[in-house]
């Protein structure tokens, strides 16, 4: 795993835990999705790389839930080992849809979320990661990223080309375009 994954991943863990005013008044008007997230010590690590959930449930000790708004974008990152090592890498990055939004099916997460990256295996999720450290690296928050990025990041992966860097003026444009009616 990516030294630089595992720092974020564990920081957000400590102060998840909201007040339930934050969803005060919400409950009922907006729907949620909920991700589910596990962590067993030595064979499998479900968590979150970013995304800002509203509130987050401990269901038990290996349990969570995290809870997101519609349009909220995240990562998930799924680890798993077996006596041998590491079987499977994969990094999801998905955002939270509204009612009306059509979703994809996607196992922990209730009732689906829109599909923006997928990368599977251990040369992909790291060059995912790089890219991830890179944008935190400039002070965006890699949940205000353009989900057009994430999906242009994943069809390169997929074709096998060389993936582009997010950059300031990048980002500059997203935020310009999301102003425009």
Request: proline share 8%; with cysteine; charged share 20%.
């Amino acid at each position: 795993m990516n030294a630089s994954a595992l720092p974020a991943a564990n920081a957000p863990t400590a102060a998840l835990l909201h007040a339930p005013s934050a969803l005060a008044g919400l409950a009922g008007n907006v729907p949620l999705t909920r991700v589910s997230l596990a962590y067993i010590e030595p064979r499998f690590k479900l968590y979150l790389r970013f995304g800002e959930p509203a509130r987050t449930l401990q269901l038990d000790r290996w349990r969570r839930c995290a809870v997101f708004l519609p349009n909220a974008v995240l990562c998930r990152i799924r680890w798993q080992a077996n006596n041998y090592g590491t079987i499977r890498w994969q990094l999801m990055v998905m955002q939270a849809a509204t009612p009306l939004d059509a979703v994809q099916r996607i196992p922990g997460v209730q009732p689906g979320a829109r599909l923006l990256l997928h990368a599977e295996g251990e040369n992909a999720v790291r060059a995912v990661l790089e890219r991830i450290d890179g944008i935190e690296a400039l002070g965006i928050a890699p949940s205000a990223v353009s989900p057009a990025y994430w999906r242009t990041l994943g069809n390169r992966l997929a074709a096998r080309l060389r993936l582009p860097e997010y950059t300031a003026e990048r980002h500059a444009a997203w935020l310009a375009g999301k102003v425009l009616p």
